[in-house]
């Protein structure tokens, strides 16, 4: 080999063996969290978005909108909020996300939500949102006519969404998240 | 932090001018290695030229270490890199095609490009073969469908598929890489045409 490249070879070498030293620079990922700017988000309240909001989103088409679903699949088949996508949180957080989408997580009530929001803004996401209030406010809003009604999918089980405010059940813990 | 267009540091209009400019440059840098031509790049078939595939495992010995790295220092999500899935028997068969027209035009899709751009005729040649592949691969791509998507196996990695650590992979990539060019070099010192008085 000529000497440049002998030399080339010589560094890829050196760094292939340091690689096999340090193994999996996987474990070495850092996350760094603007802790005072997400309090600041989370205190003004601009990762919320509310029922009326969203409903004006989704009608002016704004790019980019993903509206999803953290329920379970059961519940989604039944009803959803149109175009919305269902996802469970480990699924959300394996997500290959572009930062150009804006995203908007609901679930039942909103806890789930939050905490998602919350783990994609440790990986770095800030386009993310939660409806106010969960998929409740939006029924809410959905029988005052001021935000279109639940989809149900084709092969769901023909259950309709409630017609009327549905209160919580103690019981299922998961859902009312 | 790095990759910048997933954190956001640029939109995908941005992004798209990056990637015109690196694709520029990607072409200029083809074209002064010689692939620009059809004879030069087809010599490595007949063993006596294997600039192609040194320049090859170059670039991926490099890209490789550069991301192990960077992900080390902290610089790079490696979990935000984008990884091809694999679909075995249909890319093997498209590797097969890929490789005929690699052997009878003398070019791949790149490398025609260069070619074309400076003005050479069997690089149009192959440019426009190219685009009616494409485009017919379009049109049957509803008969393909079910072929194209056989044998998913998602997405590979030679770490995870050997069941090895990551930087075992980097380094016996490299050894194997460095075994290459050696042996590159001595098939072309044997292959390479006796120049005249010698």
Redesign the interface.
Known sequence: ?KSP?KYL?IV??L???L????????E???V?LALAELARIIESEEDHVTADELASMLKEGIGRLRVIDLRDSLSYLQYHIPTAERHSIPELVEM?L???DTLVLYSEGGVHAAQAWMLLAVQ?H??VMTLKGGLLAWMERSEQGSAPPLRSRPDSTGVKPPARKFERKPEKTRETC | MAPFYQFGFFGEETGLSFAFVIGIGFGYFLERAGFGSSTKLAAQFYGRDLTVFKVMFTAIITAMLGLFWLAWMGILDLSRISVLPTYFVPQLVGGLIFGIGFVMGGYCPGTCAVASVTGKMDGWVHLVGMMVGILTFGELYPVLDIFYNSSAMGELSLDTLLGIPYGTAVFLLVVLALAGFYLAETIERRLAPMKPGS
Do not use: D, E, H, I
């Open positions: 080999m490249v070879a890829a070498l760094a292939a063996l690689a096999l030293l340090v193994q999996n620079p996987k070495r990922r850092r760094s290959p572009r930062t150009t770095g800030r386009n």
